[in-house]
């Protein structure tokens, strides 16, 4: 239900402003992939609170925070808004702070998040970041691959206008 749903989200956000991986993972199962729009697909418990605890918190400082706002959940999937935001303690951009919203979708299995993805405007977060132009259009083509890559934008492109998913 969605009261369970948003349980599961509160604790997987508090997990992560905590920086503690193994806590963060057992939100999930144990066969799950996440899809962080920075560090790419993470999948398993020991893969995802690898990505938690060495790769973002290792560039996210001790402020960071994370809160979902107006959870959806029907029994399967589940939608939430977030807020994000930290300091940067990535060597070019440290001591710059970001805030960031987004959307997360979860599939929900056994009570835990079998796959997690988000989509957020990332160009906003590389302007408070204050990153060179060059390397924004880098990594912007390296997002547009990512999603032309992915298989529902391929079924959705290859479908006719007009037409929807059966």
């Known amino acids: 239900n969605t009261q369970e749903f948003t349980a599961l989200i509160d604790e997987m956000t508090l997990a992560a402003e905590a920086a503690d991986g193994e806590r963060f993972a057992r939100c999930f199962t144990e066969d799950a992939i996440y899809y962080d729009y920075i560090y790419g697909a993470h999948q398993g418990r020991k893969d995802i609170a690898h990505?938690?605890?060495?790769?973002?918190r290792r560039d996210a400082g001790d402020d960071y925070r994370w809160e979902m706002f107006d959870p959806v959940f029907d029994g399967r999937m589940g939608y939430a808004w977030s807020l994000s935001s930290f300091t940067s303690l990535v060597p070019q951009?440290?001591?710059?702070?970001?805030?960031?919203?987004?959307?997360?979708?979860?599939?929900?299995?056994?009570?835990?998040?079998?796959?997690?993805?988000?989509?957020?405007?990332?160009?906003?977060?590389?302007?408070?970041l204050c990153v060179q132009p060059e390397?924004?259009?880098?990594?912007?083509?390296?997002?547009?691959g990512w999603l032309e890559a992915r298989p529902e934008t391929q079924d959705y492109l290859t479908r006719g206008k007009g037409t929807r998913r059966g």
């Open 51 to 56: 990505m938690l605890q060495d790769l973002f």
């Open 93 to 128: 951009f440290k001591g710059n702070f970001v805030v960031i919203d987004g959307m997360s979708r979860f599939i929900i299995r056994d009570g835990l998040i079998a796959e997690y993805r988000e989509s957020v405007n990332g160009g906003v977060a590389m302007t408070q």
């Open 135 to 144: 390397r924004m259009a880098k990594v912007f083509r390296k997002w547009g």
